[in-house]
């Protein structure tokens, strides 16, 4: 089974910085431990989205601007 990176509040999920920047992570990109995937607002506060594990971006499980919940996972790691 592939590894997942998971949101930790639940809030609004942004695969991108600001919206009119790329995304930051996309299918097939490398992650390292630690690097950004996305941000989760919570009430106007936004909460980085670190990978604990490194890896390739298999698949984007969530969209942008997409209402997520603590736990849900976001992207599947190869």
């Excluded at 991108?16 to 950004?36: I, L, S």
């Excluded at 941000?39 to 971006?57: P, S, W």
């Amino acid at each position: 089974m592939a590894e997942q990176i998971v949101s930790p509040p639940p809030g609004t999920f942004y695969r991108t910085p600001a919206p009119d920047e790329p995304n930051f992570k996309n299918e097939g990109d490398a992650v390292a431990v630690g690097a950004v995937i996305g941000l989760v607002e919570v009430m106007k506060t936004f909460n980085e989205v670190k990978a604990d594990k490194a890896g390739t971006i298999g698949s984007c499980l969530a969209d942008n601007e997409e209402p997520v919940m603590a736990g849900q996972p976001l992207v599947d790691l190869g």
